[in-house]
């Protein structure tokens, strides 16, 4: 096992709305499940869900890809995010 080296890695991701992300939520790329959600709340300062995902280091994803969360609500539309979402003596007018 380990010299097939790491299967997944810990990505960010925003929602595009004010829906929470939540843990066990199933990640998904073109409708086939690419890893789960380990941590994830609404963000008061980024006004959106956010979370962090184990995702398939394989499929290359980086910040700004957009990947689906299907929550017991429904799918959300999310992207993958920089982790940390805020970075130091950021204002919430200086978000992204």
Known sequence: ???EGTQ???FGLKGNTRKPL????VVK???VNVGVVVSGNYSPVLNVG???AYIN???GLKAGD???VESRTGDIQCHVADLPFL???RTAKNKS
């Open 1 to 3: 096992i380990k010299s």
């Open 50 to 52: 956010i979370a962090t």
């Open 57 to 59: 280091v394989d499929l």
């Open 87 to 89: 970075k130091h003596n």
């Open 66 to 68: 957009p990947v689906i």
């Open 29 to 31: 790329v073109d409708n």
């Open 8 to 10: 997944q890695k810990l």
């Open 22 to 25: 939540r843990e066990n939520d």
